[in-house]
DNA sequence: TAGATTGTTAATCGATTAACAATC
DNA sequence: TAGATTGTTAATCGATTAACAATC
């Protein structure tokens, strides 16, 4: 067995960051990089980028940097770029409603198949070409298809419930809009958005800014 | 001029979890509680929920822990739900309508006061009864209304112009739902919440989870 | 080769946890 | 008072930054 180095959360949460800056280099047609230059143009340290990248291997050449299209495609390649998820939305809300319209999860390897709510005038209806069951077929539809993550988007006094029923159903993956925090143990990689908290966040930044 | 120690960005983001953790305890009816109690709920240590706190004081007393009910309205206070935010929506596509639509916001704090789009269908509509101006209003409206906070919710190619114009007209917050980065510079704060990447987290934790 | 820049080790910094005296 | 639990200082841990030998 090989001995991993853990890599921590900190770095795992820079990788997009990365993606999304060499994906723009590559639209500027800019073909090498050194970690001084990437560094002034994400604002953190050389020392930082080329820690971050030696957790997942050697991408730079002494003297010379990165090969932008290279790095690039190792980054896409750790993000898993190239494989696809199942998503399923629970809530066809106004947040349910946003992302099912999202074309650029569908770009980036995640296919939302279905979108599930208890509102009898929802039911039946298409969102984005995407359609909307019933919550009683939710059960069956994982049973019949590969369901990878489920994006909750369902109002507060649902979300026990439904987390529950998705964690049952051996769904693997939360993508949590809701306010809670669903600590549903080992299994289940949970990621939250919360977006009241980070408006709170926002507001406090501000006030302590104006002080 | 009082000496006052710098409040880290991870307690303060650990707030709204407070917040809201005190929140349910109230509805449990729940009047007082130990830090190891709710270390136990929150899933983060005793130690740590005291430190945090007594960066803002000290709520609790010895022997019997805090005052449930105390320690929410000091939160609240710290939190600033008080207060009110002016805030604009830049953007009235799937992501613009759902934060139009959210009565949470409001619950909170944070009132929107107007909607910008450049497309000619939306503009003089209203939104969840926000009416939505053209982006060449902006200036104006700003000008006759104080405006705390611009909600970025454009597409790709209006970011850096949204962000620039928004920054010339004195806003001094961003709530940032664009992939971009927005270094704008001292005077402003901006709280990025990038979906894209959250999900791409998710999905990384799944793969590496799988394997 | 000389210059540049990585990969990597060591030093520093900051955040978390542990410990315990203060005190309700 | 005795027990409990805070507030706070000290110890530990982890993440960031600095330094530099390796090497292109």
Redesign the pocket.
């Known amino acids: 067995m090989i001995e991993e180095k853990k890599i921590?959360?900190?770095?795992i949460r820079r990788l997009p960051r990365y993606f999304r800056y060499l994906s723009d280099l590559i639209k500027l047609d800019i073909k090498r990089?050194?970690?001084?230059e990437?560094s002034e143009r994400m604002q953190?340290?050389?020392?930082?980028i080329?820690?971050d990248?030696?957790c997942f291997?050697?991408?730079?050449?002494?003297?010379?940097?990165?090969n932008v299209e290279y790095l690039y495609e190792e980054i896409s390649k750790i993000l898993g770029t190239d494989k696809r998820f199942s998503c399923i939305i629970l809530g066809a809300g106004n947040m349910g409603n946003a992302l099912a319209n999202y074309e650029n999860f569908k770009k980036r390897g995640y296919d939302i198949l279905a979108i599930f709510d208890v509102s009898e005038d929802k039911i039946g209806k298409k969102i984005n070409g995407i359609e909307v069951y019933s919550t009683d077929k939710l059960a069956e539809f994982v049973a019949n298809n590969k369901v990878d993550i489920a994006i909750l988007t369902v109002p507060n006094k649902k979300i026990i419930e439904a987390a529950t029923e998705v964690t049952s159903l051996g769904i693997k993956g939360i993508w949590n809009f809701t306010p809670s925090d669903l600590s549903l143990g080992e299994g289940i990689v949970v990621e939250n958005v919360h977006l009241s908290d980070s408006l709170m966040v926002l507001g406090y930044r501000l006030r302590e800014k104006g002080e």
């Open positions: 921590s959360m900190a770095v990089i050194s970690s001084k990437l953190i340290t050389a020392s930082q080329r820690q990248l030696n291997g050697g991408f730079g050449q002494q003297g010379y940097g990165y």
